[in-house]
């Protein structure tokens, strides 16, 4: 696995004026991964957009390593970089604590029945988020130490589309209570709608 990051030129207009819906975020990183279009191969690729010190990037983990120059394409120039995963991934263990910061799209199935599959009905209270977060945790392999909503928007999935998606941005603390399923939260995410920005959990040690 590889974890890469580039800061998005936001200042250059005609860079990211193209970047007005999660549909084109998500066929930048397709793209960055020539290798794969070329063999037809798509693998699952988490991302999210991160604002850190008034600057945005894109943070992105993957199986394979980007090309770091197209992964630049809306980048500014010089800011991307990309390393291995596993040796971090490794290094977790059983009962250690993390902070946490996870973009992810709570929701939950209504009016499911025996004919009929249900509608998919986003939470849009800040308890109803939490809760959702909490109810992941334990199939998650970890626990809630604290946990808050620092973020929440509506943003588009397609250029002149009316469709949008619930975006939450989660911060805290956690305790690992099985590994091999907290591992797995971390390399193939969390919740609904991944190919858009969502389920993608990092954490760094206490």
């Given at each position: 696995?590889?974890?890469?990051r580039v800061e998005i030129d936001t200042k250059n207009?005609?860079?990211?004026?193209?970047?007005?819906?999660?549909?084109?975020?998500?066929?930048w990183i397709e793209q960055s991964f020539p290798d794969e279009i070329a063999q037809g191969e798509r693998k699952r690729h988490l991302w999210r957009i991160d604002q850190l010190q008034g600057r945005t990037y894109l943070?992105?983990?993957?199986?394979?390593?980007?090309?770091?120059?197209?992964?630049?394409?809306?980048?500014?120039p010089g800011t991307a970089m990309?390393?291995?995963?596993?040796?971090?991934?490794?290094?977790?263990?059983?009962?250690?604590?993390?902070?946490f910061r996870l973009t992810a799209n709570p929701a939950f199935r209504g009016g499911k029945s025996s004919k009929h599959p249900g509608k998919i009905i986003p939470y849009f209270a800040v308890d109803k988020q939490l809760g959702?977060?909490?109810?992941?945790?334990?199939?998650?392999g970890f626990k809630l130490l604290s946990a808050d909503?620092?973020?929440?928007?509506?943003?588009?999935?397609?250029?002149?589309?009316?469709?949008?998606?619930?975006?939450?941005?989660?911060?805290?603390?956690?305790?690992?209570?099985?590994?091999?399923?907290?591992?797995?939260?971390?390399?193939?995410?969390?919740?609904?709608?991944?190919?858009?920005?969502m389920g993608l959990m990092t954490v760094i040690p206490m």
């Open positions: 696995m590889y974890l890469s207009r005609q860079k990211i004026r193209d970047l007005s819906h999660l549909g084109a975020y998500h066929g943070l992105l983990l993957s199986p394979d390593k980007p090309d770091l120059e197209k992964l630049e394409k809306y980048g500014r990309s390393k291995d995963y596993e040796p971090f991934l490794n290094r977790l263990a059983k009962n250690q604590v993390l902070r959702w977060l909490e109810n992941k945790a334990e199939n998650g909503v620092v973020g929440h928007d509506r943003p588009s999935l397609r250029k002149q589309s009316r469709v949008s998606l619930n975006r939450t941005v989660y911060e805290g603390v956690l305790q690992i209570t099985d590994l091999s399923k907290f591992r797995n939260v971390l390399t193939e995410g969390l919740g609904r709608e991944k190919a858009f920005g």
